[in-house]
């Protein structure tokens, strides 16, 4: 039993190297966003045979995983997705996790990446998971409401470049019957315009009326709706009778509309807190 | 179409924010080791009904995450685990992720996470996952191999402190008929030399007996092992014949033995670079 | 000769070691200020005899020591002093030094600390310097107007409270005959108020006619005037003549006054940026 | 009066943005390295006429700054300087600003820069200082020995290979009467060989015989001296007599001498603490 003795006096002969840890608190008052991006997706979209140029099956699971990462972190007030990436915002004044971004990037890249395979099944049905994905991340602060909807202004203007390309790409080959070869060579220094073009008078396809979901992406915020339930209530000296109450709830809710210009944001206006705080 | 020339003008307007990034890179010629915590856990094994003091399911899964983890990225050298927590140790020259802190705890918080749900069936067979867990952690830098090896010490000894702890509180409760509230009050104040004694003289049980892997965690190290495999081979003018071909494959391999001392290390000689370089 | 060949080489062996060197660029459209502190300045004042409770030569001395630092280093909108501390404000938008904290910093610590040194002579006159005095500093960064106007109104505010406690405290002892035990003792638990009170019923001093320099500190910007000269030109096939020659000059400015309100800045709404932007 | 009764309450309204400074605490178990570099010395030695290509008074009170910095700083153990830089290292366990990275370096800075000032009539007699001179700093962080003499070795051979130029450029111009243009024409692509051919065979001048300080730089160590006093002591009942007292004192010592190999480091082995601690 004396090696037992000596054992507590041996954990803290050991324990100076927490003091090897280094502070990484967040500027306060700056929106702090977590971005993740998918690791090796190429090879994972074609492994588990993703439709191209979009897969509906997995931007569902990318919005589900996304939506029970805002319902385990508290504090974020908005989340933007596409492809195969995700970002989420911390408003400016939390201090959830001390602010610390070590503790912030990783609890979002852990509850998102077990939430991908938890609802895989859901959206992919008898389709198996051949294996266990994931993502990085990284945390970036944004000083004002200006850099932060531009930062996510950036994100989706890249949807648009993107999703534009490969919607003609992917047409050029499936209806076009061209090689990809040929269809990248196709595409080859043509402008947003000239890939309408292409669309339009090959195809006869407006992209404006493609799915707006490919088109804008997956912005997710938290929105306040009455829920009104019934139940059955008895007070004393009463008989016992139905009741309707009526609460207000926070619920994610997702849009796949442009968040590029005033609209959006003036519509939601509690989104964002005032730079002047 | 006006709309979209302007799209790509558009997302260069925003890239500005791309330089709000800043850089975490790791100190060069440290050890990097990144830390994973189960989050809310307590109420993740209440909830699974993991059995107590230690749930050999559960160690497994937790094992065979980091495995996954280690199998994904490059320069693990040595990983750690007990109960709820795994320590992951990438050598001090490497270049992995250009060394980006957020990089590489992201990414081992994902794989890990994604590998807990995914592997779950195979060690809880039909026990439903009732929702995705997550895990949180941290980066930690290492000058030297002492400091390195007195961080394992520190994770090994608080191994060795709780579960000597849980092993008594457990068995008085189990065995001993109290109620956890008995059993926490019988152990306040009470020296590792008192729980042992407690064990042998009232439950016969030494505690040096019990299980290594619950006593000393589980350590996962590279080993290389020599594969032979019989071919059928044929080459020009001969007939086809087998042959034996032996390679040298790595694996990683699980060890639930002392790392405190210096005999592990004796033996594993490849796994810390020398501090002389 | 050997030797020589070598040594370039020798150089670029060793040469690795710059890459331990870390980025500390700091965030984007952030206020950046660089504060100092005289180091041990307790003995200082002491052994070069300052005068109590302010000594206008060591407080003339300190601000033309920043406006040394302001007029050396690009990008400083606002300095603020008070005793033997000094703060810079670089704009927010700065891209000095790439925004690297190290060299802001090292360098407004260096041009202060050596300015001080060369013009004490302005200020002090024959009494010598003793030893080289030091100041060390920091690096805060503030997202907003608002904070950064708070950080000033907070060092503004301690000028204040200490100024009007000093002032009492080196009245009680030089008018009223108390040592500096009992002028502590007379004070302890006192409120503003109650040192006002003092002042003014016991030595007939108004607060607020002190000096401005003592009560409110020093605010350094930078203020455009139109300067006029007079020029001897001469064009061909004209005689010479004197010309009028007016040019606007960006000059440092010292001012005395409350910048915890909002009056100073509306005044002088050239200083910050907008948030918005 | 009301006035000051709420400026106690200002100054806490305000406080809050104290908590926008970020920690920045080097790594434990590192040698912390503050480097000095001369901002514009380019204009700086043009201006004050210093001698080509090596002006001793200069260097001098390089060397006398460095040497204040380390008697007002603990901790540093060994400083090496060349030309107008100056690098100061921190023993790896030293707790000095509770090695906060910025207090560190503005400190060295200022300490540096108050210094060259205060001393540079003691090196340049009645030649004026035309105006004060900064420097800025950075921190780096080495975790081994083998890194720290790696970082020395590469500031010695920068010195060694601009010595060698500078003194076959200036000799070319002063003794063989070439213009500045043309030495620099001369010198393209010549290897440190070729240097030292030039200067033997055309100027009869051996570089190795040339100073040391200039060749080798200047490293500042403590060391210890026994240093005898003679005292008048009187004892009770004894008459008054002179007695001998020694004493050990640290005292800086400055060398001249090769740091790159491994003599000087096993003739001073208690500079460095071994990377097993």
Redesign the interface.
Known sequence: ??L?????M??SK????????????C????YIVVR?DG?NFHRFTEQHKFTKPNDNRALGLMSRSAH?VME?LEDIVIAYGQSDEFSFVFKRTSTW?KRR???L???V???????????WKEFFGDQP?L?????????????????LK??L??RQ??C??NN?YNTVFWTLVQKGGLTTAQAEDRLKGT???D???ILFSEFEIN?NNESALHRKGTTLIWEKRDETVTKRMKRPNEEEKEVSVTRSRKRVQAYHCDI?GEQFWEEHTDILED???
């Not at 037992?4 to 507590?8: A, E, H, I, T």
């Not at 050991?14 to 090897?20: I, L």
């Not at 500027?27 to 700056?30: A, E, G, P, R, S």
Request: contains cysteine; negative net charge.
């Open positions: 039993a004396r037992f003795v000596s054992s507590n041996a954990k050991f324990e100076y190297v927490r003091n090897f840890e280094t502070d990484d608190t500027l306060k008052n700056c993740l690791r029970s385990e996790f971004a070590s503790k990037m990783t609890h890249a852990s509850q998102f990446s077990s939430s991908y395979v938890f609802y998971l294996y266990p994905p994931s993502f990085d991340g990284r945390v970036v602060l944004y000083p004002t409401n200006r850099n531009d930062y202004s950036w203007a890249d648009h470049v534009l402008l947003a315009a890939k309408n073009e992209y590029i730079d002047g705080c």
